[in-house]
């Protein structure tokens, strides 16, 4: 039973590395340009988070938001499936609520993303403990 596991996993191995070779068409340790290397790996395995959807990729995307210094994010509750709620300056709000004039527009585990009537998007940083 172990032998046959071992096998079974030297045989993925080699398979991946195979598939490397067709890939680049040469050995993976005669590239020597690092960023062809990386391009490579981005476009084969993408960095993004599996358990998002595209839509919530698209929302909480690495958009530059001004931080809001003025109010206190003390938690958030966050449900990938569910409704997550925050608590800022005392108050519980969840998505569409407002809160000093800006709509809350999104929830993630780390920060909570304000929209204000002119369009702007402003994040809210939970404070760290530590």
């Known amino acids: 039973m172990k032998d046959s596991l071992l096998g079974k996993v030297a045989l993925v191995g ?7 070779e067709l890939e680049y068409g040469h050995s993976q340790g ?3 340009d690092d960023s062809r290397k990386k391009e490579v790996a981005e476009k084969r395995f993408p960095l993004r988070n599996p358990f998002l959807t595209k839509e919530e990729e698209q929302l909480f995307g690495k958009k530059k938001r001004e931080v809001i210094e003025n109010l206190n994010l003390s938690a958030i509750f966050y449900s990938p499936r569910k409704e997550s ?4 300056d005392g108050q519980v709000v969840k998505k569409d609520d407002i ?24 994040s809210l940083k939970l404070n760290r403990l530590f």
């Open 30 to 32: 005669e590239v020597s």
């Open 99 to 122: 809160i000093d004039g800006k709509e809350v527009i999104g929830i993630t585990p780390e920060e909570v993303i304000l929209k204000d009537s002119q369009g702007r998007e402003f």
């Open 85 to 88: 709620y925050a608590i800022i």
């Open 14 to 20: 080699v398979i991946f590395f195979l598939l490397g």
